[in-house]
């Protein structure tokens, strides 16, 4: 059973004096709110993997440039946020501008955005902001997404708070602001201090980096982010990654023998709506009733703005100087394996 008898301890007495190179430094001493998904293997950002490497070598991955826009976006809107908050609910939030750290879990560390005093009970509220549909599906419901729940029994346990209220805005009126309510389960918090207490110290402190159980793709953002591809570098694995290798062929095989499936019936499909298509005449849109079922055809219309390849080599040849300053190159590697008889 949890102790609750305690005050959070204050580790930074004022955060806002801080950079932002000096506040990154500081969370390398221990686990803060938005680590904890991460923590349990859930983050969709990060792995524990990368986690690890943070707090033990201090590699603090960046944010590519569309995610430090995302980022300085909630920053600069947080203030918003709160404001619409208090206008609905007739609140008055407070900010502690504190980095705290938990008595009994030293390991566990956090600042938070604002307090509030809600049914004689005190809160904290966590700004959120989201502009797009796929990341507002996880509000819906009345849901909370997962990874922002690992976040607010974090914040809870180290501020030592009955609650947290999440405002999530996402939109541009007062009443795209979403309010979700969390209350402290102390079940669900001890068995988040578990694992955090064993990533911790079964991993940070004994310098052993945790296994990956993530989703294939961030895995693999992980280790690509880790090693990058070291060009003309050969290596000798050992026997023991065949069965990956022979997984990883079979796998391959079984696909290009779906996909084949794939391309016959895109085949069968076409010549199926072959004829429907030569009997509309050029008609944007084809209505068929029978019975009580109403069949629609026609075309979707998508207009794409391009340079084709003989107008760019164009651009290149007359106007360098343009072309110099807006074209990309880059480079990417696609990862391979294949089957080769062995000399």
């Known amino acids: 059973m949890l102790n609750l008898n305690y005050e959070p301890?204050?580790?930074v007495e004022d955060i806002t004096?801080?950079?932002h190179d000096e506040w990154k430094l500081y969370r390398t001493l221990g686990i803060g709110g938005s680590d904890a998904a991460a923590v349990c293997g859930i983050s969709p950002w990060k792995t524990a993997r990368d986690?690890?490497?943070?707090?033990?070598?201090?590699?603090i991955r960046e944010q590519n440039d569309d995610g430090w826009v995302a980022k300085e976006i909630g920053k600069r809107l947080e203030e918003l946020v709160?404001?619409?908050?208090?206008k609905r609910t007739d609140t008055r939030p407070y900010a502690v501008r504190k980095m705290f750290r938990h008595p009994l879990y030293p390991f566990m560390i956090s600042d938070f955005d604002f307090f509030v005093k809600l049914d004689e009970k005190i809160y904290l509220l966590e700004c959120k902001t989201s502009f797009s549909y796929h990341h507002i599906n996880g509000w819906e419901g009345g849901n909370i997404p997962p990874h922002y729940v690992l976040q607010g029994i974090h914040y809870m346990s180290v501020a030592n708070v009955d609650g947290i209220i999440f405002l999530c805005l996402h939109g541009n009126h007062e009443g795209s602001?979403?309010?979700r309510r969390l209350e402290r389960d102390l079940a669900q918090e001890e068995e988040l201090i578990r694992q955090e207490s064993y990533f911790w110290n079964q991993c940070v402190a004994l310098r052993k980096p945790p296994k990956y159980t993530e989703k294939a793709d961030l895995m693999l953002k992980s280790i690509q982010g880790r090693y990058g591809v070291q060009e003309n570098k050969q290596i000798v694995l050992p026997p023991s990654y065949a069965a990956n290798m022979t997984s990883y062929l079979k796998l391959k095989k079984r696909k290009s023998e779906l996909k084949r499936q794939m391309d016959q019936i895109d085949e069968q499909m076409k010549?199926?709506?072959?004829p429907i298509k030569e009997a509309m005449e050029g008609a944007e849109e084809a209505v068929l009733e029978t019975g009580n079922i109403r069949y629609l055809a026609?075309?979707?219309r998508k207009v794409t703005t391009s340079i084709n390849k003989d107008s760019l080599e164009v651009l290149q040849l007359m106007h360098p100087d343009i072309y110099r300053e807006y074209a990309q190159t880059n480079t990417s590697q696609s990862f391979y394996i294949k089957e080769d008889k062995a000399s």
């Open 82 to 86: 709160v404001q619409i908050f208090m």
């Open 271 to 274: 010549l199926a709506y072959a």
């Open 9 to 11: 301890d204050v580790l």
């Open 17 to 19: 004096t801080l950079s």
């Open 298 to 300: 026609g075309y979707n």
């Open 177 to 179: 602001l979403i309010i």
């Open 51 to 59: 986690l690890y490497e943070e707090k033990v070598h201090k590699k």
